[in-house]
Structures are given as structure tokens and as C-alpha cells.
């Protein structure tokens, strides 16, 4: 990822043309499970850059998919055409990620993990109780599909199918690693690395420190409301379990066990938590057991993550965390 | 009138703030020894409610012995947990612990969960149902247990503390783990001892509080993040602030649910906690 040319490289190359026909190659079923892969890789993505490269474990971040999710549903309900709500989706979030981040980053460690925990706690009680705008526990359901595109002639892309949703979420995904791609490779993105690696000599070369984390988590935010508004238009219902502490956790795990400080990591990582229990036909409930062993495994025999000790070899597997090379 | 539905508020706040001063205290001791804010106490809470509970309906035994035995029980698996899971990650960045913790805390749910299902059981008590009367306050006797035991197992908590040769292990090593081994004190077991007194403690709060709200495999989450907020409002490692800081937050929410609004009830003391460190973002007494 640091300077490697992973665009020119055949592996790369050869993995798209697979992503671009699975959708012809797959059944139906595993196509939705593909789609919710995705949108869960730019979440996982998403809280990536907040974990990996501020450091710090944020237990709030289904907080802001359900937020861009509600927000892109009731939008919708006002008549706003999905591809308005969409983007308006990201930056309420964002908002909220600025407001949200704004009192927390001046936490670290476990205060900052009790505080966003505690932010997260709040906008789930907030979402299960305000009825009159969310609909409380019963959920938002009818949600509208995003509007067909027109094409030249007469011919239009529509989205009732999981097959062009998936090319939708696909392109996302890959916006999304483009941008930070870019971000991380910046002066920001150094910015990022410094404040992790050692707050206090960053802030003596001059790098406010708040304002670059703060600056992460919103864009994490942003992300993660852009993601919550693809996932409602394509489930067409959304309830305020879907973006509970276990969300959170879940997508911390994809981030954990895929390695936070790389960009396919968060991706691996969302594919591996969300394919392993599909293949297994395992219930929810023994997925989240084995999550919770698989994060405690992880976190002493390889802090890293897979794809994070994949790139840094195994000699070195035990050492280094989530935050820190 | 109206005094009378203050007291009554308060002595509520009372009973349940006992409940958030043991489990505070609990996650206190082991932050005060490994640095690692240990999300997964709350399971041991919630274990020791279903310990007591199959003890109580399968076996037979009366409550007290059920709790006692729980509290046993719950000692050998804190034990447990400290040499398989905390032990490892003692020596890595702090965020490790903090994850290891969290996976523990899903991992042990769920477990529950898959045993036993999510119905919420009521354990039986034979205190359950008498009430005792107070200067216009009524107060189930299961309550008032909760409030008494809780203080009793406090103060032995504090005797083991300040009094007791191991006491003064556990406050050097929670000063300043490398000196104190330097001093040939034994810090693993010192860390087994702290997990097993802070687990059995746990097990005796989910024990008690079984008959009034339920036992059920989600009930570790609230009071876990209530004690979070508890001992980062009054110094992570404190133990006067867990004490001091569980009692006070009992009230506050208590008198809030009565006053202002019982939905959002839970939300007060997070919005405290946010309102708090945005202030002082080491908490009230931190030494950050």
C-alpha cells in the first residue's frame, strides 16, 4: 500500500474482470450476500481509517450508518430523489461525525472507547424511542429504489435487481478506496500516521493533532452515512436493531481481523466475517460467539490483522496492534 | 407529599447504585492492576445471576448458598480468564486489552444466549414479596439486601485492601507494577487474586439484583456501561470514586426517572459522562 503499484499489477487486474462478471456467474442468493459485502467493505473501510490510522477504537460507527440510513429513508419519503439523498445521506453524518468527534477526541484510549460507546448507547435509545421521526422499533419500511438512469435510446439501468446494485455498491466501494487511497497517500495521510505513531512529537513539528483526528473521523462518518443510505435502498427497510453496539462490533471485528492499517484489510476482513457464517449456515448467534473468539485470537497471535501480517511477515506476527505498525 | 416521593427516589437510587458501586468496583481493581479496561465483567455479573439461578431452581438450595457459590464459581472463571485471555495481551498497547475484552464480552453473550435462550427468568427469593416500611418509604426486603449485603461485602473489600498483607501487594503493584516486581511481589498472582475478589463480587451483584429484574444472558451490558461511566467519572482505579461514583449515579438516575423522564432513563448517565469529560477529558479525578 506505502508506494506499491497495486493499480498496474495483473493480480489486480485479474481480480476485477472476476468482480465484474461474478454477478453473470453467481445464483441470486449469493449475488444479495455479494451486495451486502460490499456495502459492509466501505463501512468496515470507513471505521478502518478511524482505528487504524487515528488509532483509536470507535464503538459509535453503526451509529452514523444508521444515521445516513434514516436520514437517506425519510428524505425519500419527502419526495427527494435517491441520488439527492444519497450524498445528503454523507454529510448529515458527517455532521453528526463533527459534533460526535468534536468532544470525544480529546479522550484517548479507554475514555474515548467508553465515550463513543456511550455516544453510540444514546443515538440507539434516541432511534428506538423518538417514534414520531423513526418509527421506533417497528423500522421504516417501503423504502423507494433508486431512480432508474437513463441511458441513450429508450434503455434505462434499473435497480430492482441485485445484479445492477451490485455494480452500484461496487463502483462505491470503489470511490471509496480511491479517496482514501489518495487521502492516505497525502500530506494529510502522513499527518494521520504521525499523530498516531507519537502525538506529542507530531504536535511539536506543528501537526494540530485534534484537527487531523477529527478530520478522519468525519470523513469515517461521512463514509459510513453513504453506506447506510445504499443499504436502505436495497433492503427497502431498516430498523434501529441494524445499527446497534452489535453492528459496531461487527464491523470492528471485520476491521481487526482484516488489519487496520492497510486498505484491503477492512475489505478482507468484511468478506471473511460475512461469507464464513453464510458457508457454514451458521445462526447469528454461534457467528457471534466465534467473532468474539476469532478477535481475542487475533489480538495476541496476530495484532495485525491477516492482511496486515500477510504484509509484514509472520516472524514479526505477535508484535504491533491495531493502532500501531 | 412530596418529600415522600424524594426519599423514595433516593432510597431507590440507593439500591440500585449499590448494584453499580459493586460492579464499579470490580472494574476498577482490575484497571487499577492491568490497565485494561475489562469489558467483559459485566458476563461475570451476568454468569453469576445464572449460577445462582440453576442452583436455586435445579439443585434446590436456598438463595444464600446459591450466591456464595456463585461468587465462587464466578472467582475460578475471573481466574481463568485472566491466565488464558488478559494475561497475553498484558504487556501490548492497551487497545489490544480493550479488544480482547470486547470479544470476551460478545463471546461470553452469546454463549449464554445459546444455552439458555434470551427468556428473562425471575430467580426466586423468598424476599422477593415482603416489603418492609421506613418513614414513608417501602422498600421490598430484597432491596434492602442488596443495599446491606452490598455494603457489607464493600467494607470486606476495603478491610482486604487496606488491612491485609495481600491488600498492600495489590495497591503496589496498582502503583507501579515494575517496582513492586522488583520488590518480589508476585504480580501474576496478584492479578488472579484481583480478578477472582473483583468476579465474585460481580456474581453477588447479578445474584442479587436476579429477583427483581430478571436474569437473562443481555443483562451484562447496562451495568457494565454504567460502571464504565462510574469509574471514568471517578478515576479509573479509584476505589472511593467506584464506591462514591456508584451511589451517586444510582441517585442521579433515580431522580431523574422519577423527575424528568423514565424512557430515556439510561441516557443521563452516558449524557453525564459525555458533559464530563468534554470538560475534563481524564475524567474527575484523573491524573492524565
Given at each position: 500500500m506505502k508506494g506499491e503499484s497495486l493499480k498496474t499489477s495483473r493480480v489486480f487486474w485479474a481480480i476485477l474482470i472476476l468482480l465484474v462478471l461474478l454477478p453473470f456467474l453467481l445464483p441470486k442468493a449469493y449475488l444479495h450476500l455479494a451486495v451486502i459485502i460490499g456495502i459492509h467493505a466501505i463501512l468496515a473501510l470507513s471505521l478502518g481509517l478511524v482505528?487504524?490510522?487515528?488509532?483509536q477504537l470507535s464503538l459509535c460507527h453503526a451509529g452514523f450508518y444508521g444515521i445516513g440510513a434514516y436520514t437517506s429513508a425519510l428524505l425519500t419519503f419527502a419526495h427527494w430523489p435517491f441520488w439527492l439523498a444519497l450524498p445528503a445521506a454523507g454529510v448529515i453524518s458527517g455532521i453528526f461525525g463533527l459534533l460526535i468527534g468534536l468532544p470525544s477526541l480529546k479522550t484517548r484510549g479507554t475514555y474515548f472507547a467508553i465515550t463513543t460507546l456511550s455516544f453510540g448507547v444514546i443515538m440507539s435509545i434516541a432511534l428506538n424511542n423518538w417514534i414520531s421521526l423513526t418509527?421506533?422499533?417497528d423500522g421504516l419500511s417501503g423504502l423507494a429504489l433508486p431512480g432508474p438512469i437513463p441511458l441513450w435510446g429508450r434503455t434505462s439501468i434499473s435497480f430492482n435487481s441485485p445484479r445492477n446494485y451490485y455494480f452500484l455498491v461496487g463502483l462505491f466501494l470503489f470511490f471509496t478506496i480511491f479517496v482514501f487511497r489518495r487521502l492516505l497517500n497525502s500530506r494529510v495521510g502522513r499527518a494521520f500516521s504521525g499523530v498516531r505513531d507519537n502525538e506529542v512529537l507530531a504536535e511539536c513539528l506543528g501537526i494540530r493533532a485534534l484537527r487531523y483526528k477529527l478530520t478522519a473521523f468525519i470523513i469515517g462518518a461521512i463514509f459510513a452515512g453513504l453506506a447506510g443510505s445504499l443499504y436502505a435502498h436495497y433492503l427497502r427497510y431498516i430498523c434501529p436493531r441494524d445499527f446497534s453496539f452489535a453492528e459496531s462490533f461487527d464491523l470492528l471485528v471485520m476491521v481487526v481481523v482484516g488489519g487496520a492499517?492497510?486498505?484491503l484489510g477492512p475489505i478482507v476482513g468484511a468478506l471473511f466475517i460475512l461469507a464464513l457464517p453464510k458457508f457454514f449456515g451458521f445462526e447469528p448467534v454461534y457467528g457471534r460467539v466465534a467473532f468474539g473468539i476469532i478477535l481475542i485470537i487475533v489480538m495476541i497471535?496476530?495484532?495485525?490483522?491477516i492482511v496486515g501480517t500477510l504484509q509484514r511477515g509472520f516472524r514479526s506476527s505477535r508484535g504491533g496492534t491495531v493502532g500501531h505498525p | 407529599m412530596e418529600a415522600a416521593i424524594f426519599l423514595q427516589q433516593v432510597a431507590n437510587g440507593l439500591v440500585i447504585g449499590s448494584i453499580y458501586a459493586m460492579v464499579a468496583l470490580g472494574l476498577t481493581l482490575i484497571f487499577g492492576i492491568l490497565h485494561i479496561g475489562n469489558f467483559a465483567h459485566g458476563q461475570l455479573y451476568m454468569l453469576g445471576a445464572f449460577a445462582t439461578y440453576w442452583l436455586v431452581?435445579?439443585?434446590?438450595?436456598n438463595i444464600w448458598s446459591s450466591m456464595f457459590a456463585a461468587m465462587g464459581l464466578m472467582a475460578l472463571l475471573g481466574m481463568l480468564l485472566e491466565r488464558v485471555v488478559f494475561r497475553p495481551v498484558?504487556?501490548?498497547?492497551?487497545i489490544n486489552g480493550l479488544i480482547v475484552a470486547l470479544g470476551l464480552f460478545i463471546a461470553l453473550e452469546n454463549i449464554a444466549f445459546i444455552l439458555w435462550g434470551g427468556d428473562e427468568r425471575t430467580l426466586p427469593s423468598p424476599y422477593a414479596t415482603s416489603m418492609i416500611r421506613l418513614l414513608s418509604i417501602s422498600l421490598t426486603v430484597q432491596r434492602l439486601l442488596v443495599f446491606a449485603v452490598s455494603i457489607l461485602l464493600i467494607f470486606l473489600l476495603y478491610l482486604l485492601i487496606q488491612k491485609t498483607k495481600m491488600g498492600k501487594a495489590i495497591r503496589a503493584v496498582a502503583q507501579d507494577p515494575e517496582v513492586a516486581q522488583l520488590m518480589g511481589i508476585p504480580i501474576h498472582r496478584i492479578s488472579s487474586t484481583v480478578f477472582a475478589v473483583s468476579s465474585a463480587l460481580a456474581a453477588a451483584a447479578g445474584a442479587m439484583v436476579g429477583p427483581i429484574f430478571c436474569v437473562f444472558p443481555s443483562m451484562g451490558l447496562v451495568p457494565i456501561l454504567k460502571a464504565f461511566v462510574v469509574i471514568v467519572l471517578g478515576g479509573m482505579g479509584s476505589i472511593p470514586g467506584a464506591i462514591f461514583g456508584g451511589f451517586i449515579l444510582g441517585v442521579a438516575e433515580s431522580l431523574g426517572a422519577g423527575y424528568l423522564s423514565s424512557e430515556y432513563k439510561d441516557a443521563f448517565a452516558f449524557a453525564a459522562l459525555i458533559m464530563v469529560l468534554m470538560v475534563k477529558p481524564s475524567g474527575l479525578f484523573g491524573k492524565e
Open positions: 482505528v487504524g490510522f487515528v488509532g418509527n421506533g422499533p492499517q492497510t486498505i497471535y496476530m495484532p495485525r490483522g | 431452581t435445579l439443585l434446590g438450595w498484558h504487556s501490548a498497547p492497551h
